[in-house]
Every structure is written in C-alpha cells, then in structure tokens.
C-alpha cells in the first residue's frame, strides 16, 4: 500500500495553484471540486508514489522477493488520488466546504481508488497479493495511519486542520 499512501501526504506538500475544476461550478451552484483539488497536487502526489514505489522494487529486488511491478505502482499511486478527486466531488454535492470532515469517505476514498484501478488493470496483481488478512490490516491501517499524517501535517503547518 506504500505506493497510495505516499501521494496523499506528497499532494499536501507540493499541492496549490491552478484548481483542477478551473474554479468552475457544477449545476447544483457548488464547486464541481473544489480549491483543495489541484494540478500540481495531483500530478506531484503520483509522481511521488510512483518514485517511491520505483524504490520499494527495488528494495524488494535486494531483499530477494518481488511484490510490486511498475503496472502496480501506477495503479495504486494514481487510484489513491483518483479516488480523492472522486470523494470530493461528492463531497461538494452534499454542500460540505473544502476540509471538512467526512467520516469513512475522507479515510478510505485512496483504498477504494487504489483498489478499483488495480482490479480494472491488473486483476491478477490484487488477487495475488490482496488476500483476506492483507484487506483486514489495509481497513484497520489505513485510518490509523490517515490520522497520523494529518496531525503531523498540521502540527507542521501544511494543513489547516488536523484531519
Ligand atoms: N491537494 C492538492 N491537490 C490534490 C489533493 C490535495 O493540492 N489533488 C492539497 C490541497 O492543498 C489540499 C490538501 O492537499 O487542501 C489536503 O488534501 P485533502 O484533505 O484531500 O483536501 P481538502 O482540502 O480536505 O479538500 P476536500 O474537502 O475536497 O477533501
Ligand atoms: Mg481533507
């Protein structure tokens, strides 16, 4: 999971300028994104988990075993944030603001892209290496883990909350 959880973090540290929704609205008069949504944050947090990802096969390689390919680390690096994008968007159409809290959404919305685009393009990556127990420790993980990036973010003054 390495290779979705760095762009997040990565998208909060290189993220601002140009909206990707271009500061356009959607019908319902909300943003279609909105401002926390941005080029540079996206195409930077996927580079970034795809340079990370490029170390841990690496790492791998020298350890003796192989997990990821370059096909996984696209997926997961660019599912993560797709899934982010996503989660958004429905997060505008149920009016709430940029930052706001989402429960369950805000947590999860990375696994659920990371895991779509890897069972779209490489189904039998997930089913290898996806197995029950790993899907367990990814759910109890993941918000875990999500908590702890964020109040070290806003501990560091890159977020303006700590969620
Ligand atoms: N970020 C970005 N581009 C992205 C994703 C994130 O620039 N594609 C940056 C933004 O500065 C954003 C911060 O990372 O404010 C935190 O990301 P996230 O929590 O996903 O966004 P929120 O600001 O909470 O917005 P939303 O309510 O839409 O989740
Ligand atoms: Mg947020």
Do not use: C
């Amino acid at each position: 999971m390495i290779p979705a959880y760095v762009p997040n973090p990565v998208a909060v540290i290189v993220g601002g300028g140009t909206p990707i929704d271009l500061g356009k609205h959607y019908r319902d008069g909300r943003r279609v994104l909105g401002d926390g949504k941005t080029y540079r944050g996206l195409f930077g947090g996927i580079l970034g988990g795809i340079l990370v990802g490029i170390l841990l096969i690496w790492i791998e390689g020298m350890l003796g075993f192989s997990i990821h390919t370059l096909l996984s680390v696209v997926l997961l690096a660019s599912g993560a944030l797709i899934g982010d994008l996503v989660k958004s968007f429905f997060k505008r159409r149920l009016n709430k603001k940029r930052g706001e809290k989402w429960l369950i959404a805000d947590q999860y919305d990375l696994v659920a892209g990371a895991f779509a685009m890897v069972a779209l393009f490489d189904l039998p990556w997930l089913t290898a290496h996806v197995t029950l127990a790993v899907a367990l420790w990814i759910i109890i993980a993941t918000p875990l883990l999500h908590r702890g990036a964020n109040i070290i973010g806003y501990l560091a003054g890159m977020k303006d909350v700590p969620w």
